[in-house]
């Protein structure tokens, strides 16, 4: 949040300086500053620093390629046991006082860090304006990176230079509120750079934890973003099968048992009725999932909350516990995605009470419904709903239901919201189970219907399937 309110970021932003260099800068020079913090334990005291410093210029100074690392570790010598943010300050207050020496001091960063009139359209022409741009751009490109770049070198050969010395970072929780959403994906995206140059250390692994959604709004495509293939192609999506879903419950419910002195446990399933003519009550939960691990601690968390202290669930309660849960998750799956999509949430509650099975002319309609929403003032949505539904206002010669609505079906595919029936092996298939199965249209040859994940459908009053009399 500290760099989306400098007023020095706000005014690069109004003028269209691109700051992917800058944030760039901050990452690698963040990363090269908790990795030498770790190597050498600089929280140790004042004397043992100097020495590890003395030692480590020492190493460079008998090296000319190694001069600008030797200087960047000179000047942020005295720097490297502070905060975190305390070193993108350091960074930032020195970009800052580059552009007022730039600007002859005329920027005033308080406000959007206009001042006087300076980069106005009224008493400058283009060509000033975007020379003037150009100077800042200059000053934003040169932010410590070629020493960053000679520090990653020093990294790879002084200070990781042994397996012994094998390192991991991890980096989680970029999807909570740590900077304003204005520069998120720009920061996000940096990030995945300096991961891929710090690949060029042998002895180091970075590992970044980042949610589907968050990714895929990643602006690869943009001037600065770089090429999405050679991002992804470092990617690993996790999948969860249902034995890690039970490994998983199995290893809380131990932990919560012992901190209960309610004994030892086995397995999950201690905690469950056994099966029955009723069904499997595992399946049952897991069923309602999207195989993520937070979905089935939040569903038998909820059990748990309406087994008023009973050491055992019974079906009765894990049945209540249904409309809560799919309550939570239909929110839950509105926050994912509406950063992405706004107003999504109109589109899902367009499925209430539908059919169990959604076959193919029902679907139609309410897809029809959906694609008419920018009609409703209060629908946000109007941009992304446009895209999907380009097709359609087009005037194409072709029409049917998969070509019109083939990006709205992929869309609630992979997200979760909705799985396919295939006519072949008359089965219903998620993302989860297919994940590519939406990226191409012909396969929805073989989908004769749809239905609602049963995650949802509680929140929803979906209807369930009737069942043949005998």
Known sequence: MYIADLGVMKFLNSIDVHLDLLFTALWKHVFIVEIIRHRYNLNSNYEARQNIFTTLKEKLSRDRSKTEALQYLT???????ETTDKQVQEITTRLEEKIQVEAGGKIGFGGLGLNGGWIDGATHTTEERTAQVDRFQRIVNDTQITRLNKMIKVLDEEILDSSQNFTYIAVDDLD???????????????????????????????????????????????????????YRSFTQRMRWSRNDLEHLLTSRARSAALRHDLGELQSIRDLLPPVNTRGNALAFIIDRTLMRPRDAINYVNECFILAAGKERLTWESITKAEQAYSNNRLLALRDEWKPSYPGIDQVFHLFEQVEEVIRIDRFTTISEEVVLLPAIPQFTGATWMAELSSHIWSGGNISD??????????????????????????????????????????????????????????????????????
């Open 75 to 81: 000047d942020f010598e005295g720097k490297f046991w």
């Open 176 to 230: 909570k509120d740590w900077v304003d959403e204005r520069i998120l994906n720009d920061l996000i995206r940096c990030l995945f750079k300096v991961v891929v140059d710090l690949k060029a250390v042998r002895n180091l692994k970075v590992v970044v934890a980042l949610r589907t959604n968050i990714f895929e709004q990643l602006n690869f495509g943009s001037r600065t973003g770089g090429q999405e293939e050679k």
């Open 401 to 470: 239901w998969k070509s019109d609505y083939y990006p709205l079906i992929r869309l609630l595919f992979n997200i979760g919201f909705i799985g396919v029936l295939r006519r072949s092996s008359s089965t219903q298939i998620f993302a989860y189970d297919d994940p590519q199965f939406a990226e191409r249209v012909s396969n929805l040859d073989d989908v004769s219907g749809f239905t609602v994940h049963p995650a949802f459908r509680a929140a929803l009053d979906v209807q369930p399937k009737q069942q043949p009399r005998r």
